[in-house]
């Protein structure tokens, strides 16, 4: 897709996107913490999108510079063609990052990865001294799992292995995770597949167990993250 395309598409999204007014209050928040020569990890998921945009309308008004460090391909096309310069974990360290997330405990404990970004998204987020997480007050639970499954990116040659495990560990309910209006599973970024796990309990140690799983590749569980909520 060029540049003018993924914008073509970007705005059209946002008029999909739900709770948008809120959201965009919220990253307007965000923008205030920009500075100039700022390296900042960049979130995936329709929040993360807006933010870039209020980022892009600050970067241009006061004529500072950022570099971005996107987690997706889909918010790196949006940084490129809003004309901000894009870098990697392998080359610069994020001073700081953002992202959105599915749901929010009162721990500020995290379940991401409906966009099946998490693998990126914790990369970057570990990467971090500190993460501000965007969010409108439809993602606060009491409890993590309370709407959403735990996502769990997994090398397709491991599901079978990794399924057998996931109910050794109390998983109630797994789905291959499958593309909308299409045949056949969803494929992330780094070719794997995604299983949805509804548990009836998520323990603290639940994210380590499951990255210990031969075959997983990451969760969308983060526990004990630095991380500051910025909501509505
Ligand atoms: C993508 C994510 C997103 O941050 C999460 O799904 C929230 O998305 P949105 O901002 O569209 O509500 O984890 O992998």
């Not at 003018?4 to 209050?25: C, D, F, M, P, Y």
């Not at 020569?37 to 979130?43: K, L």
């Not at 409906?114 to 970057?124: D, I, N, P, Q, S």
Request: with cysteine; proline share 4%.
């Amino acid at each position: 897709m060029d540049w003018h395309n993924s914008i073509a598409a970007n705005v059209q999204w946002t008029g999909l996107i739900s709770n948008l007014e809120k959201k965009q209050r919220v990253t307007e928040k965000l923008a205030e913490q920009v500075g100039n020569g700022d390296v900042i990890g960049v979130g995936s998921g329709s929040t993360s999108f807006l933010a870039v945009q209020a980022i892009s309308e600050k970067i241009k008004q006061q004529g500072i510079e950022i570099t971005a460090i996107p987690t997706s391909k889909e918010v790196s096309q949006t940084c490129a063609a809003l004309g901000i310069p894009v870098t990697s974990l392998m080359n610069k360290r994020p001073d700081w990052a953002f992202d959105g997330a599915d749901e929010v405990d009162p721990d500020y404990n995290l379940i991401k990865g409906r966009g099946g970004a998490m693998f990126a998204e914790k990369l970057v987020m570990a990467s971090a001294d500190k993460s501000y997480i965007l969010v409108d007050e439809s993602k606060f639970v009491s409890r993590l799992g309370e709407k959403f499954p735990v996502p769990v990116e997994v090398d397709p040659r491991a599901v079978n292995l990794v399924e057998i495990r996931l109910y050794e560990l109390g998983a109630a309910n797994i789905k291959l995770r499958s593309a909308a209006g299409k045949d056949g599973p969803v494929i992330t970024e780094a070719g794997n597949f995604i299983l949805d796990v509804r548990f009836q309990t998520i323990q603290e140690s639940l994210e380590k167990e499951l990255s210990a799983i031969p075959g997983v590749i990451e969760t969308g569980l983060f526990i004990h993250y630095p991380v500051e909520v910025i909501s509505l």
